[in-house]
């Protein structure tokens, strides 16, 4: 059975509690807005996603309500490098103001990282808010529980994380619900209306460019620019889209071409090598070359792996790739492969495999 628990952490006022909530339970929060509200602009500051929409969305909210500088924004993925320099570029402007921190797990990992920025944040008399949809563990969200003034984090299918940035932080208006909407389409994978769901593919697209190609801080703030105004076919988005569309098509058929299957406990997983596109397109294609059940995606350029699952398939990634020290969804997940195997390379290849096999392996006999 897949983890549906949301956790609502509120230390505002030094009253702490930790309280399980159903979903219906997310709603504005007229406290937590008059906070916000309280600050200057200037001090409001946001750490998000980088790699999709979902986080994207969250970050174009707040500036659309909240009207915090673009440079604000940070951008953050779960590779422990980019964690621990994004981390510290924060620690050299944050101070008197409020982090909102979207759509980014605690990775058990990472929690060493996070503990001692969040300290940090702390001493530097920041209010810390996390809104996450991603499954956490009991043990992860108490050791950050007294670091944080709320939080919502929890696996859950209904609200996505732009979806819990709107719900709680945003009055309602048109543009903050189109926002939230298309997040929700885009992280869930369901169709809505034509007009935005003809856009989906080049968003996917952009961004996947994006935040590999040049300044991707200011890339991806102008992207937030974009979607703030719900231009979703901006000529940056169009041209970043045709540019991935012209590299992905030759580098797909690398990475089929590369690709190694195993079985484990009576299913059929496959491992891709490639550089880094978009992880959601490359399963896809991989799958429905080799029919496999479970579609491992590791990225020789970002030293990063995704793990989808099949379509009705009850393989939980989230156990997979937390072993790894990663987290994500139980359908859908990611982890950072160890710098030491190198995955250019035939030798460093059959190393990983060899790995993550016996990861899978050890999951699923225990799962079954």
Do not use: Q
């Amino acid at each position: 059975m897949e983890n549906k628990t949301i956790i609502l952490i509120n230390n505002r006022n030094k009253s702490y509690s930790k309280t399980l909530i159903n979903e219906s339970e997310i709603k504005y929060d007229k406290n937590l807005v008059s906070l916000l509200k309280s600050y200057d602009k200037s001090k409001i500051y946001n750490l998000t996603h980088i790699e999709d929409m979902d986080g994207m969305t969250s970050a174009a909210l707040l500036k659309h309500y909240y009207d915090l500088p673009y440079e604000n924004i940070i951008f953050a993925d779960y590779g422990e490098l980019n964690l621990k320099n994004t981390i510290a570029d924060m620690k050299k402007s944050i101070s008197n103001g409020v982090l909102v921190i979207t759509d980014l797990s605690l990775n058990e990992k990472f929690i060493p990282i996070f503990k001692k920025f969040l300290r940090f944040a702390r001493t530097k008399k920041n209010k810390v808010i996390w809104l996450d949809h991603h499954f956490c563990g009991e043990d992860t969200i108490n050791s950050i529980f007294p670091l944080l003034d709320y939080a919502v984090i929890g696996e859950n299918r209904k609200f996505c994380g732009a979806e819990l940035v709107y719900n709680i932080l945003c009055e309602k208006s048109e543009i903050g619900s189109t926002l939230a909407k298309i997040a929700h389409a885009m992280d869930f994978k369901v169709e809505i209306e034509e007009k935005y769901n003809k856009h989906i593919k080049n968003i996917l697209y952009a961004i996947s460019y994006l935040n590999k190609n040049g300044n991707y801080k200011k890339n991806l703030r102008n992207f937030i620019k974009d979607i703030e105004n719900l231009d979703f076919n901006s000529e940056l988005i169009r041209n970043a889209a045709r540019k991935y569309t012209e590299t992905a098509k030759i580098e797909t058929k690398y990475i089929i071409n590369n690709t190694s299957v195993f079985d484990s406990n009576g299913y059929k997983i496959a491992v891709g090598f490639g550089k880094d596109l978009n992880s959601t397109d490359v399963c896809d294609s991989i799958e429905k070359k080799v029919n496999s059940d479970l579609i491992i995606y590791a990225k020789s350029d970002s030293y990063s792996a995704s793990l989808r699952r099949s379509k009705n398939i009850d393989i939980n990634c989230i156990k997979i790739a937390a072993k790894m020290g990663g987290g994500g969804h139980p359908f859908a997940a990611g982890f950072p492969i160890p710098v030491n195997i190198d995955i250019a390379t035939n030798t460093g290849r059959k190393i990983f495999v060899n790995k993550i096999k016996k990861v899978v392996d050890s999951v699923l006999k225990n799962d079954s």
